[in-house]
């Protein structure tokens, strides 16, 4: 059975960092194709964060370049994303999610307009919880 579990979440303030990780099992890490956070804010549609493939290529949306970094320990079977300088718009539920071994997908993450989007993806947590005071 795969599980994608998240944690590292919590309430800091502006300026603060944070860093969640993604423990899976029943695949190990380094079968999937892509791996990506995703996070959905209070009343928001759901919105890409990052992304890595299996070659280890990442790619980001505008509004967190620069301060987030997605990573991944295949000994370890984790993703992360250490993400620094938050601020309150980053307050938000922030999910792992991963496609399926057995049906990767074509692409993982594009950016377009300073928007990442991403799609098949058949695996995902139920989330941490980011909460980023003024």
């Known amino acids: 059975q795969v599980q994608l579990v998240e944690s590292g979440g919590g309430s800091v303030q502006a300026g603060g960092s944070l860093r969640l990780s993604c423990a899976t099992s029943?695949?190990?890490?380094?079968?999937?194709?892509?791996m990506v956070w995703v996070r959905q804010s209070p009343g928001k549609e759901r919105e890409g964060v990052a992304a890595i493939d299996s070659d280890g290529r990442t790619s980001y949306a505008d509004s967190v370049k620069g301060r987030f970094t997605i990573s991944k320990d295949n000994a370890k079977n984790t993703l992360y994303l250490q993400m620094n300088n938050l601020k309150p718009e980053d307050t938000a539920m922030y999910y792992c999610?991963?496609?399926?071994?057995?049906?990767?997908?074509?692409?993982?993450?594009?950016?377009?307009?300073?928007?990442?989007?991403?799609?098949?993806?058949?695996?995902w947590g139920k989330g941490a919880l980011v909460t980023i005071s003024s």
């Open positions: 029943g695949y190990i890490s380094s079968t999937y194709h892509c």
């Open positions: 999610a991963a496609d399926s071994p057995d049906q990767p997908v074509t692409f993982c993450g594009t950016v377009v307009r300073g928007v990442l989007y991403y799609s098949g993806l058949t695996y």
